[in-house]
């Protein structure tokens, strides 16, 4: 059953509400969706619901009549936030979307000092608008109910300032000799930052300063893995250890 966030209309049981444009175009296009047919509407705060096409005035725009509010979260009770350092071409893309499939709840793109792209101003707002409908359609797709934020892209010089010592940090570096992640000294973990490198990884100099701001490092095994492969990897071991894909929560 499609879902589609309508984010600027109430929601409510017994009432109607209009997919956006493009969302309808989708819907009459590729969908070929037509009056009686079931979709699923979320607000993108974490309230879902069920609906079925109505009737519309308007021939470009779908019409849906909400009918009752669905509870099957498919939210992770593990908050990620990822850091990705930036990547070239479309990987970043990639690496964005199965993320938000995996349960993130938020990505930070990374400068660092290996990082190949150079955003100006105007890139990174066009590349911002570009991940955040990513992120949007991909949350759409995998049953969520809420919509992760993708951040603007963040210099490593702020780092320090943004990261806070006292959250669970992790960062992968394939020179890190133990594998998988830390242990995390608390009874419980709720949140976590994973932190991963762009092609090439972190150098030294980023690895101590992250080690100096208590986060901890990790690596993937012996393999080296590509710089998408890996922040999939790292996401996929979070999720196994302390969220919804572990033995425990099956």
């Known amino acids: 059953m499609p879902r589609f966030f309508i984010e600027n209309q109430t929601l409510k049981e017994?009432?109607?509400?209009?997919?956006?444009?493009?969302?309808?175009?989708?819907?009459a296009r590729a969908l070929r969706l037509k009056e009686g047919d079931p979709v699923e509407l979320s607000d993108g705060r974490g309230e879902s619901f069920y609906g079925k096409v109505i009737p519309s005035h308007r021939k470009d725009i779908i019409k849906v009549g909400i009918r009752e509010r669905i509870d099957d979260s498919a939210e992770s009770p593990l908050s990620i936030t990822l850091w990705q350092g930036l990547l070239k071409g479309e990987k970043?893309?990639?690496?964005?979307?199965?993320?938000?499939?995996?349960?993130?709840?938020?990505?930070?793109?990374?400068?660092?000092?290996?990082?190949?792209?150079?955003?100006?101003?105007?890139?990174?707002?066009?590349k911002l608008e570009r991940w955040s409908k990513i992120a949007r359609t991909a949350a759409?797709?995998?049953?969520?109910?809420?919509?992760?934020?993708?951040?603007?892209?963040?210099?490593?010089?702020?780092?320090?300032?943004?990261?806070?010592?006292?959250?669970?940090?992790?960062?992968?570096?394939?020179?890190?000799?133990?594998?998988?992640?830390?242990v995390f000294p608390?009874?419980?973990?709720?949140?976590?930052?994973?932190?991963?490198?762009?092609?090439?990884?972190?150098?030294?100099?980023?690895?101590?300063?992250?080690?100096?701001?208590?986060?901890?490092?990790?690596?993937?095994g012996k393999r080296i893995l590509r710089a998408e492969t890996a922040a999939i990897a790292a996401i996929t071991l979070a999720q196994v250890n302390y969220g919804d894909l572990g033995e425990a929560n099956v």
């Open 14 to 27: 017994e009432s109607s509400c209009s997919l956006s444009p493009e969302d309808s175009r989708h819907a």
């Open 92 to 126: 970043m893309d990639l690496v964005i979307r199965q993320a938000i499939e995996l349960g993130v709840s938020r990505v930070v793109p990374l400068s660092s000092a290996r990082s190949v792209p150079e955003l100006t101003s105007e890139r990174a707002r066009k």
């Open 140 to 182: 759409a797709q995998s049953r969520r109910s809420l919509i992760p934020v993708v951040s603007s892209p963040v210099n490593w010089h702020y780092i320090p300032a943004l990261l806070d010592p006292g959250e669970f940090s992790v960062f992968f570096w394939e020179k890190e000799k133990e594998q998988g992640l830390p």
């Open 186 to 220: 608390g009874a419980t973990v709720s949140m976590i930052n994973v932190i991963v490198g762009p092609e090439g990884g972190f150098n030294r100099e980023e690895a101590q300063q992250l080690k100096e701001l208590n986060v901890q490092p990790a690596g993937l």
